[in-house]
């Protein structure tokens, strides 16, 4: 018997209007469409037609559910994977389920369509040459601020996925780590009723989004352009060696200390610290 295929359908972001036409044909077609919620998906199906049987398929069950999913594909049923918005796989389900299909040699094939990091990469006029998809940054403040410390060197544009309730302590900690100065662009509701999209530095963009509790509302991207010229570099080697140093000495030395080594201006590193702390405080 030939096996099926397992098809990873992109599904829109907000405007209706995204779903591609090749999309709607096959999961119209396959024995049974795997999707995160089925609540939420079998009004968008049923608003296009699809009336195929679905299956939910979510980070608690996905291991477990890849094996009878590759039985079903084995046996000659194609299948569909679909997530709540967007692209399978970035930042949703899938990857174990893909993984398995591509074990036992069935055919993957992609129906692209919208994604929420490609759509606010497209926009945001920030360098697209070269740039890294984050994902969500950590939940917790002090794993947050790891994680930016390791991407503050970073010379690639950053693509991170943010909510609605983290906005706000996301780009202060963004300040805090990267600089005020560092080029920014957030991407909001895009392709619904009220999509934003504003750029400029990261501290302007702090200020706009604290100020303004509409700027708060919906789903977003926040894309940062990478570290710039060698200054901005040291500056940066400079905060990430001065909170690691600051763990163990005196503030004086441990700023002392990050200036020597990497070259950066002890001030600034001082001014980093204060900023950080007042993040905090607020949080
Ligand atoms: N798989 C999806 C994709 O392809 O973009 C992403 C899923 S992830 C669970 C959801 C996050 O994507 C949201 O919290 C937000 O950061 C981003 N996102 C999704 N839709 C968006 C939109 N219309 N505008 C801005 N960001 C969006």
Known sequence: MTAGTL??????????????????????RVDAICCEDTRHSRP???????????????????AQLAATLVERL????????????G???VSDPGFRLVRATRDAGVRVSPLPGACAAI?????????????????????KPAARRARLLELA???R????????????????????????????????????VFETVLDGSLASLYARVEADPDQRRGEFVVIVAGVGDAAEAKLAQGRRLYTQLSEHLPPSQAAKLAAELSGAPRKA?????????????RG
């Open 44 to 62: 968008l199906l049923a608003q296009h037609g699809i009336e195929r049987p679905l299956l939910a398929l979510h980070e608690h069950n996905e």
């Open 157 to 192: 544009t950053l693509v991170l996925y943010e909510s609605a309730h983290r906005i706000v302590e996301m780009l202060a900690d963004a300040r805090a780590v990267l600089g005020d100065e560092r080029h920014a662009a957030i991407a909001r509701e895009l392709t619904k």
């Open 119 to 139: 759509a606010a990469l497209s926009v945001a006029g920030i360098a697209s040459d070269r740039f890294v998809f984050e994902g969500f940054l950590p939940a």
């Open 87 to 89: 692209t399978p796989l």
């Open 74 to 85: 084995l046996g000659g049923q194609s299948l569909a994977l679909i997530s709540d918005a």
């Open 7 to 28: 098809y990873v359908v992109a599904t829109p972001i907000g405007n209706l209007g995204d779903f591609s036409p090749r999309a709607i044909d096959t999961l119209r």
């Open 153 to 155: 060197s970073e010379s």
């Open 269 to 281: 590193l001082y001014g980093a610290e204060d900023r950080g702390q007042r993040t905090e405080d």
